[in-house]
């Protein structure tokens, strides 16, 4: 199952991806931003600060993704023993951090207009700042652990105490009083926002996608060109 | 297949999952008073004894209830069961207006009368182009 996941082979195509990746999160995200700051209309309520939502929920959205993800990586790695799995969870860590800070410091920034203050002690945001503080230790104890034995089981033992945390982050607006407002996107049923805001969303949504696994792309590179200059044929 | 070890690895995790949801989910539910952001003015109905304690009170600005004197501001708190008038002077951000979504951090008086010492807005989930509400209030 996991014959194909040899450093060299996926080196080679790796190492390719960025180049193709990169005009294309260009024009992704210029349509985005265009269409996000110019074309979509103000809201009827909070007029121009609805645009800080086209920054705000897809980061959100990706920091949760890549939590997901990191742990579901993680987690395999363990089960199946292959440390490919954990060198793909520590390269996708960062992008994680840097959108879940982006998703508090927009929403501070539209808070303060909108409720009249720039932070709130209510579940969703204090639920967030924790997602943080695992995002921090994952990538800490990266750093302090030499063994990498170790790592892998103190960073798989973080993300099973921080997936945790995740459906909290989703359900604490329907679960208890918040002043954090409900999600506006239903998949089930009809979504509360009106699609000439709901497409900006989408396009910001797929550019910053697109801006992790560039960077992701990047940093697993970099890790692959290690454990090659290590002289190791495999993980 | 798998080998022996693999299986047990998968169950162990999700014994760990299992144990460690189970244990949160108690954990959230006994300090759901401390969890909830706001309480609703049927929550103070039924509140035990009153506690000078600072508390806060949400739910919607109820229609022309709002009512301005040169220091203070009149507004009562309603979640279309119960309602609490609630009095404070300061600013209020821009999007406070009557029939909205507000809380209000402050002091209980009494089971109907809350002393706020500061007034957030509550954004709704309702997202739309001006020209979309109107077509809509015409409706």
């Known amino acids: ?235 | 297949m798998y080998g022996r070890k693999v299986k047990f690895r998968f169950f162990f995790v999700i014994l760990v999952l299992l144990t460690l949801i189970l244990s949160v989910f108690l954990v959230l539910k006994a300090l759901e008073e401390n969890v909830v952001f706001f309480k609703s003015p049927s929550d103070v109905k039924f509140l035990g004894e009153l506690k000078n304690k600072k508390i806060r009170i949400g739910g919607m600005v109820k229609q022309d209830s709002i009512e301005m004197s040169a220091n203070e501001l009149n507004f009562i708190i309603t979640d279309f069961k119960n309602e609490i008038n609630v009095s404070y002077s300061g600013v209020v951000p821009n999007l406070f207006s009557e029939g909205k979504g507000v809380v209000a951090e402050g002091y209980l008086k009494d089971r109907s009368f809350f002393q706020a010492s500061k007034i957030l807005a509550k954004h709704d989930e309702n997202y739309m182009p001006p020209e979309v509400k109107a077509a809509l209030e015409e409706n």
């Not at chain 1, 349509?31 to 980061?59: C, F, N, T, W």
């Not at chain 1, 520590?90 to 508090?104: C, D, E, R, T, W």
């Not at chain 1, 998949?187 to 989408?202: T, V």
């Open chain 1, 1 to 235: 199952m996991f014959k194909f996941l040899n450093p060299s082979r996926i080196y080679l195509i790796t190492s390719k991806a960025p180049k193709y990746i990169m005009p294309l999160f260009i024009v992704v995200f210029s349509i985005g931003l265009v269409e996000a700051l110019i074309l979509s209309p103000e809201d009827y309520k909070q007029s121009h600060s609805v645009r800080i939502m086209y920054v705000h929920v897809p980061a959100a959205w990706i920091t949760l993704g890549i939590f997901s993800s990191i742990t579901i990586l993680s987690l395999s790695g363990y089960i199946f023993k292959n440390k490919n799995f954990f060198i793909i969870a520590k390269s996708l860590a960062p992008s994680g951090l840097v959108f879940n800070i982006i998703a508090l410091v927009t929403g501070s920034i539209w808070g303060k207009p909108t409720w009249g203050t720039w932070w709130a002690w209510d579940a969703r945001i204090t639920s967030m700042l924790i997602l943080v503080l695992f995002y921090l230790m994952f990538l800490l104890a990266w750093r302090i652990y030499e063994d990498k034995e170790e790592v892998f089981k103190i960073t798989t033992i973080i993300t099973i105490f921080g997936i945790i945390n995740v459906p909290i982050i989703k359900y604490s607006v329907d679960w208890w009083n918040t002043l954090h407002q409900p999600a506006s996107i239903n998949i089930l049923s009809k979504s509360s926002i009106h699609s000439s805001m709901l497409l900006p969303l989408i396009i910001m949504t797929a550019a910053f996608a697109l801006f992790s696994l560039l960077i992701f792309l990047m940093k697993y590179n970099t890790e692959l060109i290690k454990i090659k200059n290590k002289g190791l044929d495999r993980l």
